[in-house]
C-alpha cells in the first residue's frame, strides 16, 4: 500500500455541475480509502452564479492559484441566464489555454450493458482514443472583423500551428499508443486532418507525423481525412486505436465519439499539461432544467475521476473505478437523465461500494 497525497481543486460550475461533481468526489474519496491515497479538496466557486452575482468570470489571481493544484476537477460551465460564449470562453477555455493544457484526451469506450446506436456494433468495436490537440489552430482567436454591420462585413478565423505545438501533441500521441499497446491494444496512431485542401496546416501536421513516426518505429501510422473519419468511426471503429487531429476537428470529432459510446452521459475528457496542472471533465454541459433534482447521470463526471487517477499514475484505483463504471452500466436502463433506473446519488453510492469492495492485487 502507498501513501500519496493530493491537492485538488474542485470546480463544480454551474447547473447539475455540482451534483454530478459531488458523486465523482464520492468516488474518488472511496478510491483513495481503499488504495492509500488520500487528497485536499479546495472548492472554487467560479461560474455563472457568482458572475451574475459579483460580475467575475475569474481574474488573474484566480488563474495563478489553480496552477498550485496537480489536478482540478470540473463539473459543468454554462448558464442560462448568461450569454453563451462568454462563461465557456471565459473560464473553461481561457483555462484551458493558461494552464497550457494542450492536449484534450477523449477517451471513447463502449462499456458492456450501454445501448450503441451502430447496428451491430458492440463493446469489442468501440474502445479507441481521440487526441485532440486543445490550445491550438482555429482556437487561438487569431482573426479579425473590418466593415462590421456593413455588407461588406469581412471576418477571418485562422488555424494556427506552429511546429512545436504540432510536435508536442504528437510526441503525447506517439507515447499514448505505446502505452496502450503494453496493454494489450492494436498500437495503431491514426492522424486526422484534412490535408487535400488545409494545403498548409495540413501539410506541417502531416510531415510532423511522418518524422515522429521514426522515432516510434513499433506504431502502426495511418491517415485520414476528418470527413472520411467521421464515416470509419460509423462504419469501422473497431479499425481505430488512438486517433490524433487539431482542436477543432477533436471538438466535433469527440461529440459523434460521445453517441457512439452511449452518450453523454458517460464521456469524459481530460484537459492535460504533461508538465503542469490538468483538468478532468465530463463532455457534456450542465443541464440547467435537471438542477437539483437527483436525476442527472454522473458516470461521465466519475470516468473524468478515473482519467485524473490514471493521469496521477494511480492505475490500480483507476482501475478499480473503471469496474464500478462497468457495474453501474449493466445495471442502469438508460443514461439519459431521470430514465436511469436510479438517482444521481444512488449512481454514485453504487460506484463506490463497488470501489470500495474491489479485491486488491
Ligand atoms: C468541449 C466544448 C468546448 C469546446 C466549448 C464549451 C468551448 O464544446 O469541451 O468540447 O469547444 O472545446
Ligand atoms: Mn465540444
Known amino acids: 500500500m502507498n501513501s500519496k497525497h493530493y491537492d485538488i481543486a474542485l470546480l463544480p460550475g454551474d447547473g447539475t455541475g455540482p451534483e454530478v461533481l459531488r458523486e465523482g468526489v464520492k468516488v474518488l474519496k472511496a478510491a483513495g480509502k481503499k488504495y492509500g491515497i488520500t487528497f485536499s479538496f479546495s472548492e472554487f466557486d467560479y461560474g455563472g452564479d457568482r458572475y451574475l452575482e459579483t460580475g467575475k468570470i475569474i481574474t488573474d489571481e484566480e488563474v495563478e492559484e489553480l496552477k498550485n493544484f496537480k489536478a482540478i476537477y470540473l463539473g459543468a460551465i454554462g448558464h442560462p441566464d448568461v450569454a453563451p460564449g462568454i462563461l465557456e470562453k471565459g473560464i473553461l477555455l481561457r483555462l484551458r489555454f493558461e494552464l497550457d493544457q494542450y492536449i484534450n484526451l477523449r477517451p471513447v469506450k463502449l462499456y458492456p450493458g450501454l445501448d450503441c446506436p451502430l447496428k451491430d456494433k458492440g ?133 459523434l465519439g460521445a453517441m457512439i459510446q452511449g452518450g453523454m452521459g458517460i464521456a469524459a475528457g481530460g484537459n492535460i499539461n504533461p508538465e503542469g496542472t490538468s483538468m478532468f471533465e465530463p463532455i457534456g454541459g450542465s443541464a440547467p432544467k435537471y438542477t437539483g433534482k437527483n436525476v442527472i447521470n454522473p458516470l461521465a463526471t466519475i470516468e473524468a475521476g478515473r ?48 470501489v470500495s469492495g474491489a479485491s486488491t492485487g
Not at 494489450?184 to 492522424?191: D, F
Not at 506541417?204 to 473519419?229: G, S
Not at 493521469?311 to 473505478?321: D, F, S
Open 123 to 255: 463493446p469489442d468495436d468501440i474502445d479507441f482514443t481521440v487526441v485532440r490537440e486543445n490550445t491550438g489552430g482555429l482556437y487561438t482567436g487569431h482573426g479579425g472583423v473590418t466593415r462590421k454591420g456593413t455588407p461588406y462585413e469581412l471576418a477571418t478565423q485562422v488555424m494556427i500551428y506552429d511546429r512545436e505545438m504540432v510536435d508536442r501533441c504528437l510526441r503525447y500521441s506517439f507515447e499514448l499508443t505505446m502505452e496502450r499497446k503494453k496493454e494489450g491494444k492494436p498500437g495503431r496512431l491514426t492522424l486526422v486532418h484534412k490535408t487535400n485542401v488545409l494545403t498548409f496546416v495540413g501539410d506541417l501536421w502531416f510531415r510532423a507525423f511522418m518524422d515522429m513516426k521514426e522515432i516510434f518505429p513499433d506504431v502502426e501510422t495511418d491517415y485520414n481525412h476528418i470527413d472520411a473519419a467521421c464515416m470509419w468511426a460509423v462504419k469501422n471503429p473497431e479499425w481505430y486505436d488512438v486517433i490524433v487531429m487539431p482542436n477543432m476537428f477533436g471538438d466535433i470529432f469527440t461529440d
Open 307 to 354: 482519467m485524473l487517477l490514471k493521469h496521477l499514475g494511480e492505475t490500480e484505483a483507476a482501475a478499480a473505478i473503471e469496474d464500478g463504471v462497468s457495474y453501474a452500466c449493466t445495471k442502469i436502463k438508460s443514461l439519459a437523465a431521470g430514465k436511469m433506473g436510479y438517482s444521481t446519488t444512488e449512481i454514485g453510492d453504487m460506484v463506490a461500494e463497488k
